[in-house]
């Protein structure tokens, strides 16, 4: 009885292959995520991933992560499905239950074992070459070598494991809840008649709509993981509605229908699974369309000295106009002087408070805020804009008039809540604007501009403990005595930076902020690009699995068709078809729903008219490209498939 296990096994090794290979590219892509989040976290910060920052990638690629699980489920339900056949023939030979759980066990444990091996030596090789890029990369920026912690192994682990557990377990409970004969036929039409869903069609216009619509609010700004997922459901939902709605119209036009049923058979006799497996390749092309590849034009040009008006701006003093008249005269600054006071919000960020009317002479926009009315000029980087706002995107944010200090909140488990006796007063936010008035300074959510009524203002911000006054400076020559000789007067007289590690001041230079941002800018650029091409791997990867498990059934077909008398163009032609369909389909679906998402994110971010163009061409270029490669590779395996058909016809094999 082994072996007779044993043959089947080697008969059906291919299939047994795909299930092991759809595993190594599961475990590489896990090892190798963590090890480039660390690699990029250890050149940023100069020491490897902690707790959180572990989190942080699990949740940039959890969507990679969820795909590759229904991806997994995929290949064993077609591996099983070509599998069970012969368990029935060891069955019909007197199999006892033992030995049949025991040979399935030994299949599993060889697909989990070989895995876990094979996607460690591939993830560590991978690791190694990105690492050896980064290197090449930053090699003039850092002092250190480029390294990753235990964590990617570690994590991996735990991971793969989880998930061959959970795999084994949905099995089982399938199998033992529902019978073997309804896993066979996942995926088939079981003999039931195509038919159109209307609800399902609204189902999944909905869900888009909702997906679209979030990157307006909260949900869709503090994560841009909610609206893909939204978006995903609702492509998978319009796809089987969809193409429903075209075989059932196409059946009763029966000249159309007739022409194209002999490359649209596979389609007829196995809908679901078809539809399931674009799906999985379309969502792999939403997420890079719209996500990392989003990412990657936000971050170029890697330098952008618009953002940064002036050489240099500092929070200062009115008691400082000798010091600054010193540097006027004497250094040949030139100045601009901006009355203003330091606030703080409740999501722990400081920043610049300016009446109204300041606001009208800085600009030329006049606001008529009364009372407690607000307006806030967000000063941001384009990868930061629609993102939470202060005060946690609140449109009535508490606000304290001062600048920060540890006692304004309170901390209960590294959790911070601001104290009540100190955050007391609501605000109402009236408007905003993406405008950059000094400079893009600190991080996302602090050093913002919020334009008071001037009312409030003369009664309550000219009190406000901290800076009073923001001195905006460029500086035409002797440029570097300048900077030191300003940071060393405020280092005595001026306010010190509660978010500054160091205690220095509230000092914004020009070339340190470029050459931070650029750094900054170009890891965004390497982590973009580096999850580009393990997406698009793992999207080809999932289309050449679908491909390899439908060539049996086809190879049958289109030798039949041969030796029915059909030419050889037309066979040609139906091969062709068929593999375009495959590749083609997952590309335009998921192009539609990118398009209209990215639409969207580019009127949120509230970008001027000449970027929104510039972003277009970048992912007009990038659609093109991915286009152009699953037609390439649609065409490859469309001609690897005619030699072996045809070759093997003209062997005499069948």
Excluded at 26 to 50: K, R
Excluded at 60 to 66: C, M, P, V
Excluded at 221 to 242: D, R, Y
Excluded at 458 to 474: P, R, S
Aim: net charge positive; aromatic share 14%.
């Amino acid at each position: 009885m082994k072996k007779i296990f044993f043959e089947t096994l080697k008969h059906k090794f291919g299939h047994y292959l795909l299930v092991i290979l759809c595993g190594i590219l599961m475990v590489s892509t896990i090892y190798v995520s963590y090890a480039f989040s660390d690699s990029i976290e250890g050149i940023i910060h100069g020491q490897n991933s902690g707790i959180v920052e572990e989190m942080y990638t699990f949740i940039n690629f959890q969507e990679t992560y969820i795909l590759l699980f229904i991806l997994m489920v995929l290949v064993i339900i077609s591996y099983i499905q070509k599998k069970s056949y012969d368990y029935v023939l060891l069955d019909t030979m007197g199999l006892k239950k033992k030995h049949r759980y025991m040979f399935i066990g030994f299949e599993y444990a060889g697909i989990i074992f070989s895995s876990v091996t094979g996607g460690l030596i591939l993830g560590k090789i991978l690791a190694e070459c990105a690492k050896t890029v980064l290197q090449n990369i930053f090699y003039n920026t850092i002092t250190t070598e480029v390294n990753y912690g235990f964590i990617a192994l570690r994590n991996t682990l735990v991971i793969s494991c989880e998930v061959f557990g959970i795999l084994f377990i949905v099995f089982d409970e399938l199998i033992a809840c529902l019978g073997m004969d309804a896993l066979l036929t996942v995926g088939k039409k079981n003999g039931k008649p195509l038919k159109k869903r209307p609800k399902t069609l609204l189902i999944g216009i909905f869900l888009i709509l909702i997906g679209l619509i979030s990157l307006l609010f909260y949900w869709g700004k503090i994560s841009q993981s909610i609206p893909t997922v939204f978006l995903n459901a609702g492509m998978c939902l319009l796809m089987i509605s969809l193409a429903g709605y075209y075989f059932v119209r196409l059946n009763k036009k029966e000249k159309k229908y007739y022409k194209r049923i002999t490359w649209l058979e596979n389609w007829y006799h196995r809908f679901f699974y078809n539809i399931n497996m674009s799906f999985v390749v379309a969502a792999f092309l939403v997420i890079i369309m719209t996500d990392f590849s989003i990412k990657l034009l936000d971050n170029l040009p890697i330098t952008e000295p618009k953002n940064y008006p002036y050489d240099l701006v500092w929070m200062a003093n009115t008691d400082d106009e000798e010091f600054l008249n010193h540097l006027t005269d004497d250094e040949g600054v030139q100045l601009r002087k901006v009355p203003c006071a330091r606030v703080t919000t409740t999501d722990i960020a400081e920043h610049m408070g300016i009446s109204a009317s300041t606001y009208e002479k800085w600009t030329g926009k006049s606001l008529d805020l009364k009372g407690n009315e607000i307006f806030v000029v967000y000063q941001r980087e384009r990868f930061e804009r629609n993102k939470v706002g202060i005060g946690y995107n609140t449109k009535n944010p508490l606000i304290y008039i001062g600048k920060a200090r540890a006692d304004l909140w309170l901390y209960i488990k590294e959790v911070a809540t601001p104290k009540v006796q100190y955050f007391r007063e609501k605000f109402k936010v009236v408007g905003t604007e993406d405008r950059i008035l000094t400079g893009v300074f600190g991080s996302e959510t602090c050093e913002h501009i919020i334009v008071f009524s001037d009312e409030y203002y003369q009664k309550n911000c000219v009190k406000a403990d901290g800076a009073n006054m923001a001195v905006m400076m460029n500086i035409p020559e002797n440029y570097d005595k300048v900077v030191e000789e300003i940071k060393a007067y405020a280092k005595d007289h001026s306010q010190v930076n509660y978010f500054d590690v160091d205690n220095g001041n509230l000092i914004y230079e020009k070339k340190e902020l470029l050459l931070e941002r650029s750094k900054t800018k170009l890891l965004y650029v390497a982590s973009a690009a580096g999850n580009i091409i393990i997406m698009l791997l793992c999207g080809i990867f999932v289309l050449s699995i679908k491909m390899e498990c439908d060539f049996p059934e086809t190879e049958w077909k289109y030798r039949f068709y041969i030796q029915s008398g059909m030419s050889s163009a037309k066979v040609r032609k139906g091969i062709i078809k068929e593999c375009l369909l495959s590749g083609g389909l997952p590309v335009i679906c998921g192009t539609i729903i990118s398009i209209l998402y990215c639409s969207m994110l580019l009127y949120a971010k509230h970008l001027q008219i000449e970027w929104v163009h510039r972003y277009f061409k970048g992912i007009i270029l990038i659609v093109g490209a991915i286009w152009l490669l699953f037609a390439v590779f649609s065409l490859i395996f469309a001609y690897r498939n005619i030699r072996k058909i045809e070759g093997d016809s003209r062997d005499g094999k069948k």
